[in-house]
């Protein structure tokens, strides 16, 4: 098929003349969209409908993007679709109705450590998959670690002397501890299941599907939300929740910021600051809530 980002690009350097700036930060937008479509739903921009487009700028909002980024981002979408439709490829924009707010973003909603144990629970680990699920949302929540960095393990990047995970990022990698519950279950996982549900015996993934191939990131979403319908949790559950939870909860107990960017793999400490705002707005609504003058 035709590269039509490529096309769309070249659209706007020779017909458009717009601006290095423009070009680069349109191209940014349209390729970042690109690659999370082709993660999520395994499809191409021109299958994109208007939920997928929905479901994406309310991920880039779970990623803590500001309103004017995430409007940004819509307006190079509308752009390009614009541009797919005058060029015949499509009948109808998909980012048709589409509005987002660009008023101060709202800060993400976290699980409770009441919820947190309830949601770890679920998981029956009296099979394969069970056993599986368990050490999965136990690695997540024990290490804060982005979906696509759980997926992207490999069998050798767990040290179980050790207790620790070593998560490999785009710019760097970082080695994460696990508390005990979790190195637990990641252990009766690695030693008693994980062989017997390989489809290739040298297959690195450290998590697989039923097919014994590595999990894929709508595969863990179908499993958390079968977990959040057991568990009856009714607050909005994605796998960036548990990653919110973590650092919230670290927050809370007393750990530092820039040990909390280390664990988080963030590169600049204002993505890190973000939950302080969690934590300093949840001790407001405690005060509200239970100061007898408030």
């Given at each position: ?25 349109y ?20 299958d ?21 980024t ?42 409770t450590?009441?919820?947190?144990e ?43 002397e ?37 489809a ?12 014994g ?15 959040q ?42 993505s ?23």
């Amino acid at each position: 098929m035709l590269d039509l980002i490529g096309a769309y690009e070249n659209y706007l350097i020779k017909v458009k003349q717009a601006s290095a700036n423009t070009v680069a930060s349109y191209m940014r937008d349209i390729r970042h969209f690109s690659e999370w479509l082709q993660e999520q739903e395994d499809a191409d921009v021109v299958d994109a409908s208007q939920l997928n487009i929905s479901q994406y700028l309310s991920y880039l909002e779970e990623e803590g993007r500001s309103g004017a980024t995430v409007s940004r981002c819509l307006a190079s979408l509308k752009n390009f679709y614009s541009y797919v439709v005058s060029s015949g490829f499509l009948e109808s924009t998909p980012v048709s109705d589409i509005k987002v707010d660009r008023g101060e973003k709202k800060l993400p909603q976290i699980l409770t450590s009441r919820e947190i144990e309830l949601l770890l629970s679920q998981p029956v680990p009296t099979d394969a998959k069970g056993c599986r699920d368990k050490a999965m949302l136990e690695v997540m929540y024990a290490t804060g670690i982005r979906v696509t960095e759980l997926i992207d393990l490999d069998i050798d990047e767990v040290n179980l002397e050790l207790g620790v995970i070593k998560c490999t990022g785009a710019k760097k990698s970082r080695t994460i501890p696990l508390y005990p519950a979790a190195l637990r279950a990641l252990t009766v996982y690695i030693h008693d299941i994980r062989a017997s549900m390989l489809a290739y015996p040298d297959e690195k993934a450290l998590f697989v599907n039923v097919n014994g191939m590595r999990m894929s990131r709508q595969g863990f979403w179908k499993i958390l939300k079968h977990y959040q319908q057991t568990a009856h949790i009714e607050k909005e559950l994605t796998p960036h929740t548990l990653r919110h939870s973590f650092a919230v909860h670290l927050l809370e107990n007393g750990a530092d910021l820039g040990s909390l960017q280390e664990l988080m793999g963030h590169s600049d400490i204002s993505s890190t600051q973000l939950y302080t705002q969690m934590v300093d707005q949840k001790l407001k609504s405690v005060y509200k809530k239970c100061h007898p003058k408030a």
